[in-house]
């Protein structure tokens, strides 16, 4: 049987929908991979590519990272799924993420981030009596039908629901109600004009699912204070900047304290691990049954080797000097780019916060999806296809955040910035 890049797609698009699974997965390229190690991937005709991807910045190691490989083969040797109890791991993964995340008094694991911002929005609604949810235009807190709307909304449908797609039960999804971000005072009005409504409030506290759109302080204190005022639940999403950025997530960098949080991705290397962390007044109730007991079920919640490499993750990211060393990496990215770009007079700016980065095709602030819609759209696709084709793979999606992990080094981003600076002079209009 072929086995070339060209073959294994045909071979792909003809038992998978679309050759494989959502258009973000979908490179513009038919490149089929078989092999990954460090910052790089390997497809089946033998070449080589340079991953900005990152597995949807969940390989923040590097891809087959030594020390997660070797505990997870450990774990897998002396115990798998067993589902009737605690395990060990379990309750040394429970400990470790309580000591590190300041909104964690009390932890539970499941599989994804999705099941994540799911069960925290349920056991918001259960512990508040209440139904409404609020959510930010442009925010991404996974695919199910509480949340899957009004994430890239075209301009004519911003300020109206905005499903991701069809087959969402608008019954679920009539009770989130979607405002801008970094707009307290969107906020307030909405929590004052509709007292005693509003179970939770979920935000992204830096929006990378925008590519990177900062929440300023003050409004991340003021969803604190607003909240707190009207009794209603304070949800970080932290599944891309929880350990992406430190490892108490960007809750410890703000310095404010959300009712629960969620996590995922870069925590466990790779392997599937979604968290919810929080207060033990709202968590206990995941451990109750009969009267206010929340329900948070899932045959694989905690499986041994995912748990190994979350314990391995972090024992990796605890080594002093990893968070400075991505900071810095993500910083010759930035300066690099926006020199680039300054240099060719292109109408276009570097983003990004530590090892998440992108280029904007346009300029001037960006502060809420609404400032997005001046990127050139098609500039910024045309600029990630030519990049893939060169074997540098990024989301051929736009405004789609890019990752470093710990394998990237300053050589592998000062090559990246040179292609980008060709490619980007090339792409110029005459
Ligand atoms: N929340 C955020 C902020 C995310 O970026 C994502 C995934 N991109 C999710 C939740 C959903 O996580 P998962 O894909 O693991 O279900």
Redesign the pocket.
Known sequence: METDNAALTARARAVMPGGLLSPSRQLAHPYVFVRAAGPYLYDADGNEHVDYHCG?GANMLGHCAAAVRDRVTAVSERIDLIGAAALDLEIEAAETLVRLIPCADQVAFCS????A?YHALRLARAATGRRTVIKFQGG????HDYVAMNVQSPADRIGQYDPVCDGILLDAARHTVVLPYNDAQAAEDYLSAHPGEVAAVII?PIA??MGSVIAHDAFLRDLRRLTADHGTVLIF?E??TGFRHALGGYQSIVGVTPDLA?F??AVASGHPV?ILAGRADLMERLGRTGEGAVFMGGTFNGTPPSLAALLATIGELERPGTYGRLFALGDRMRTGLSAIVERLGIPAQSAGYGSVWLLYFFQGAFERYEDLLRNDNAADLAFRRRLVEQRFIFQPLPLKRLYLSTAHDEALIDRTLDAIAETLHALRPA
């Open positions: 949807f994804s981030g999705s099941e911002t991404y807190h996974g695919w992204e990378h699912n999403d599944v891309i969620t995922g991705k979604g």
